[in-house]
């Protein structure tokens, strides 16, 4: 990978570099302390764009980070795949040891996610992606500080996206492997059925996130390998749910 372009680090934090093959089409867009933004451009000519980033560790200075997000989600719209340490988690069973993270710093977290129309990609492989590697068992913490993250349009342009969280080599950060998959084409939609939706009236019945759980967990036994896939067995299983039960009982009230 000849082609780069970094940011330095500030002592021993922080420091930013991206990398890419001959051959692929990239334009730097703009980078900061927080992050390096690029458009990528594809043989037939679909532009998609990747930032990666490295969130504020100082929680009186986390907004920086957020505040980037918004930011850059206003220059231009277009697929957009985010990746990187964030330094944060949304929501605190992504940590365990320690103390428990803020909920003011989480929920900051998540609504700069959602102003950007930015979801969480999932990930394979072990959800703690940083250690503090500290030898004494008390004072152990691991958390997801890492992930990847895109908008609806990336999501929709590349539907069979895979995220596994690797094994650390020389780091007590776990790389983030992206493997975006087969894009949305002809070709593909003939391989896919259409996304079914899924019904707030599921959320409250106490089986459904039963069902989810087991459903997701004999998905990943099959071999699954893509968020796209397990999303459809999911709601394949809890459309045939909803047509059993809750097409029953409409049929009893009916009747009544």
């Not at 922080?14 to 890419?20: E, Q, S």
């Not at 037939?44 to 200075?61: A, C, P």
């Not at 949304?90 to 003011?104: C, M, T, V, Y």
């Not at 099959?222 to 796209?228: D, I, L, P, Q, T």
Request: aromatic share 12%; net charge negative.
């Amino acid at each position: 990978m000849p082609n780069l372009v970094t940011v330095d680090s500030v002592g021993t934090s922080g420091g930013l570099a991206l990398f890419w093959r001959r051959g692929i089409e990239l334009e730097v867009k703009s980078f900061s302390k927080y992050h390096i933004d690029s458009v990528i451009e594809e043989d037939d000519g679909l532009e998609w764009r990747f930032t990666g980033i490295y969130g504020e560790s100082k929680n009186e200075e986390k907004d920086n980070t957020w505040e980037t997000l918004r930011f850059l989600k206003e220059q231009f719209e277009m697929p957009w795949l985010c990746s990187g340490d964030f330094n944060e988690i949304l929501f605190n069973f992504e940590k365990e040891g320690g103390h428990p993270r803020a909920e003011s710093n989480m929920h900051k977290f998540r609504l700069a996610l959602e102003d950007c129309d930015l979801q969480d990609l999932g990930f394979f492989g072990d959800p703690f992606t940083w250690r503090n590697n500290h030898h004494v068992a008390a004072s152990f913490t691991k958390e997801r500080l890492d992930r990847a993250v895109a908008n609806s349009s990336w999501r929709y342009t590349f539907p069979m996206v895979r995220v596994t969280n690797g094994d650390p080599r020389h780091s007590d950060h776990r790389p983030i492997i992206i493997d975006v998959g087969c894009r949305q084409s002809m070709d593909c939609l003939q391989e896919m059925q259409v996304m079914p939706k899924f019904e707030a009236k599921w959320i409250e019945e106490e089986e459904c996130e039963f069902r989810v759980m087991e459903v997701w967990g004999r998905a990943m036994e099959e071999g699954c390998n893509s968020m796209m896939q397990m999303q459809m067995k999911v709601l394949g299983d809890l459309w045939e749910w909803d047509r059993n039960i809750f097409g029953e009982l409409e049929k009893t009230n009916q009747k009544s």
